[in-house]
Structure formats: C-alpha cells, structure tokens
C-alpha cells in the first residue's frame, strides 16, 4: 500500500445540529474526538470553519500534528457530488446550497486532501466495511433519525444513480393520503417513521391528555427534550402512549423494508439511528416480522437479512474514514 | 460474429391466458407470429407442449425449417432462474412451480439451445436494445397488466438481485391499509393501479349504479369484456366513472414513480402495458406531473424522462429474441 494511506486519516460527521470529528488510524481504530454545534445560523463560511476546529481539535487530542494527517473526508446531510466537492443541497442546513464545501474546508486546513461524500452513504459504507454487513455484496442501509437516510451498496459499491440522489428512501411513499411530510407531500416514509414523526405522535398524545409515564420522565432532563433514550425507557416500560406509537413507526418501516426486498433484492438490510440503537434488538424484530410478511417471496423471505448497525454514533465517521482512504489510494 | 447468431431465433411470451411466438431475424425483424391460448388448467406439460406448437407455427409461417432456428427464449411471468432454466413459480400458471422449463421445452423441441427469463426483465430488455430507452444506462420499466411487473436496468444490465427475485413492483406498498391485493397485503402498487384494480373499481361502480357510458360500449363486446380498447374510449370521452377511476390509478402510479426516482434515481422510467398503451400519452401524461412532484430533488426531477414504451404487444418477444442473441453469442 502507499504511504499515504499509512497515516491517520479524520474523518467527519457533519450534521444539522452538531459536527463529531475523529482521527482514525489504518486499522480504523478512532483515536480522538472532537465535538462542536453545528450553529447553521452562523453561515457557510463560519460553519466550515467550526469544522476545521474540530478537525484541529482531534488531532490535538490524538497527540498529533496535522502534518500527520493524510486527508480528511466530512459527510454531509444532503445531496452532493463526491467528485467536485460541491454540496449541491443540505436541507438541514441554512444556507447549504451549491457549496464548494471540498475547497473552502481543505482552505482552511492547509491544503490537505479533503473528500465529500452523503451521510448515510458513508453509514452503509462503515457497515460494510467494518459493521454489520462484512463481506455483503448487495445491502440497504436505513438510518432513521429526525430524518431517514439511506444507502444503497450495489455489487459491493455505494449506487449513487444517475444524478447522484439515490437512496433518498425518506422521501419514498408507503401511506399515500398519510401525515404531511417536511417535504410537502403526504406520506413519506419520514412522515411515519423518522424520530420526527414519533416524536410529533408523542407530543400530540400529551397535549390531548393520554395516559402516559412521558411527562414524569422528561422533568428528568433539564430542557424537557423527547430523547431517544427517554423513549426507549418508556418503551419498555409498555407505556400505553410510546409503545403504540413506536409500534405504529416500526409497522410502517417494516412494510418500507418489504417494499426494498421486492424491489432491489438485497442480501440484506441494516437499520440504524438513534431510536433504533437505544432501543436495539425490541426496535428491529418487530419490523422484521413485517417486512417478511410484504416480501412478495415469502417462502424465502429470510435469506435478506434484516439487522441492527453495529458502529452505532461513529458509523458515518468510519465511513468517511473508509471513504477518505479509498479515495487517497486511488491517486497514489 | 458467430455464424449460429446469424441464424433467425424464436421469442415467446408465455401469459396466463395466451403464448404468443415469433421468429425474429438479427436485424430484430419479426418474420411471422403464431398464437395459442395457455391453458394452464391443462396441467404444465400439455402447456410445453402448447408452446413448442406456437415456435414450430411461427417457424413454419416464416417459411422456415426447424433447423434454421439458432435458439428459443421464452418469457415467463414469474420467479425463475435463467441461469438453470427453473421456473420457480408463475402464480398466475396453474402448477407452475420448480418447472424445469427450459430442459422441458428443449426437449419438445429437438433438442434446440432453450433459454428463459422473468416476462418483465424482457420486457425492459426489449425497450433498452430497440425501444425507448435505446442507449440508457440506468432504467426501470414498468408493465401495467393484470398485475404490474419491473424491470430494473442498472449500468446497462438487468439488475436480478441477490435471489433472483428483483424488480416485483407491483408488490411494492404506496397506500399502506389500502386496498386488499391478491398477495394477501394491502396497498400494494398493483392493488391500486393495475388493470385488475381499474376494472374492480369500474365494475364497482357500474354495480352501484354511477353514471357511465360503460354498458353501453361494453355490448359491443360478445362476452361484455372490459378491454383496455373501451376503457381508453370511455376515458378519451370523460366518462366520468372511468376517469375518474383511471385518475386515480394514475396518481398512485406516479406517487409510485416519485419513490422509484427517489430511490435508484436512473435516467429514465419507461411505461408499458395495456392499458398504457391503449392510451398513449394521455395516461402517461398525469402520471409524469405526479410522479415529478414526489421526486425529492425537485428541481432537477425532469432529468428523468418517463416516457411511454415502444415495443407494444412485442417488448416481452423481443426482448427474448435479444436474451436469446446474447446467450448464445456467451457460448459461441
């Protein structure tokens, strides 16, 4: 191998409300880490440069200088095209359009290689490299956060499609005429599975006055916030409110994951995000249960592969690590 | 090229109701057709047997001697194998299920080269070599009958998935507790949009007494059949009963549509079937609005083209006759 791929690469999760560094050696080990708000409101050239800090700062923490260092690779939460470094569109992001995000971040530190490449496309690439899907040649990855990412790895390769938007599985139908979604239309697998849409069920059941623990365990945190971990606690705990709510969430996945089998016939499907990590194995079954039923070939319905992500926080900035040396090894 | 692909090959389209054959020449010239009903009740042999008569038909019509056929590939609609000619199972075939169909038909037929493939793959592969989606790399057809059957075209080949099984959209849900389909699910593609779900809603109607020109035009027929022929004719006049209802399957078509591109975001969708093509632009048309909209990337979804299929009754025939053509050319 080169020698450039030898040094530690950094690689970067850069998200709607906060940006996670981490320095991470050839055998993907994370070093260091390094964590700042992602302030969106503060513009493009001030939110690149809170990045380039917490590049800084994990090398810092690491014991290293940056010369050390043989190229960065940030994920972005939009679509973007890996090969000019341009972010054509971040919607979490104010501002985020048409962004030569590659050139201003490698700008601001010293030159050194810097690579772009979607969230969760790096997420089903960690997965594949090092998490839950070693060695699968065909997977979906479904990242269910505030919104639902996805990453499609075709013949052991990230499927970009023909204008660099696949796997924008959010946005793809599965209750037409449901909840109105961010997007504007109606029944997005967002709409009725992402942490947005549970916590919007949540919080409707509470302001109608149904019976649930939710209150009691929100006083808990200082700015009474629905975390992932406050609902997992009332999951499993049966509360009357979470537990159809989340039932309800994972019913509609479980359907959306049926609809993926027939469609691409994957090896396998891995779920992460955080709902599903803090609630683990209890998130995953009950949707596997009904993605088999929607697989069209029930009779071998289970040889895909229905799992939970294993890098858990760091999936997307393991990816990016993987990316980052894909990518320098391709030029040496 | 091999002087055995030089010789003209038989394309079948096997159906549940009908097998149709044709002779094709190297320069995708259909020489001459022959018909039969399929008659699957009859039992999977004496349905072989049918097809090997419509091939020896067609050859004979051609003017030809068996001996001048390089090889035959039939569709089928169904799960199966291409690779070991199984025929895994045809639902809508009677007893089709682990059919060595190729061996079979082979046999049947002097022991000429055999191949098969899923009726949609065809299909697709038939639009991308002569019909609409000539030199498209990235594509997905789809072929609205009594169900709906994809075909998923990926770097320029037929994507089969990692089971074979890839590409059964009409199983994909869009109105999740919808409509019942045939799978035993709700709200599946084909549940809302397939001819099947077109003349339910129709003969619903006409039970309940709407307002249609329906009966009318339906005498003209000895056996009072809906055919896609007069269900463009009552839609072209604003029946509205059938606009009504074709409006409807034509939203859940494109919301289905707006996912697709969402999803695997190829370079173009191609619309086929009967009723599509009984009506041409004027149903492809609503279906691209729809489907544009449901596209997350807004802005730049008319990269996509959706277009109307070419080939018509012949896209599953041709298709064959070029699977047939790159069977072979593999062995010469």
């Known amino acids: 191998m080169a020698q450039a791929t030898d040094k530690p690469v950094v690689g970067v999760d850069l998200g709607g409300t906060k940006v996670l560094s981490g320095v991470v050696d050839r055998d993907y080990k994370v070093l260091a880490t390094a964590k700042r708000a992602t302030k969106g409101e503060t513009g493009v050239d001030a939110v690149v440069e809170r990045i380039a800090k917490t590049v800084r700062d994990a090398v810092r923490e690491a014991g290293m200088d940056f010369g ?9 939460p939009g679509a973007l095209n890996p090969e000019d470094g341009i972010v054509r569109l971040a919607p979490n992001i104010e501002g985020w359009e048409d962004v030569p995000f ?35 040649k065909n997977m979906v990855g479904i990242f269910v956060g505030t919104g639902i990412g996805g990453g499609i790895v075709l013949d052991g390769k990230i499927w970009r499609g023909s204008h660099m938007t696949a796997g924008e599985i959010g946005h793809m139908v599965v209750l037409a005429e449901g909840p109105v979604c961010g997007c504007g239309n109606r029944g997005c697998l967002e709409s009725v599975a992402s942490r947005t849409a549970i916590e919007r069920d949540i919080r409707l059941g509470l302001r109608t006055g149904r019976q649930s623990m939710m209150p009691e365990l929100m ?27 989340i039932t309800r969430a994972q019913h509609y996945l479980g359907i959306f994951i049926g609809s993926v089998i027939n469609f691409i016939d994957p090896d396998m499907v891995v779920i992460g995000g955080g709902v599903a990590e803090a609630l683990g194995e209890a998130y995953v079954e009950p949707v596997r249960d009904v993605a088999y039923q929607y697989a069209m070939n029930r009779k071998d319905a289970r040889n895909v592969q229905i799992v939970l992500a294993r890098l858990e926080d760091h999936a997307a900035l393991l990816g990016a690590a993987v990316y980052a040396r894909q990518r320098l090894s391709r030029r040496a």
Do not use: H, M, W
Not at 68 to 76: H, K
Not at 108 to 135: K, Y
Not at 222 to 245: C, F, H, M, N, W
């Open 68 to 76: 050390d260092i043989a190229g960065v690779c940030s994920a972005a």
């Open 102 to 136: 590659a050139k201003l971040l490698s700008d601001q530190l010293s030159g050194v290689p810097v690579f772009i490449e979607n969230d969760a496309n790096l997420g089903a690439l960690g997965e594949l490299t090092l998490g839950a899907a070693q060695g699968v």
């Open 219 to 245: 006083k808990k945190d200082s700015r009474e916030r629905l975390t992932s971990g406050i609902i997992a606690q009332a999951y499993q705990a049966r509360d009357p409110l979470v537990y159809e709510v």
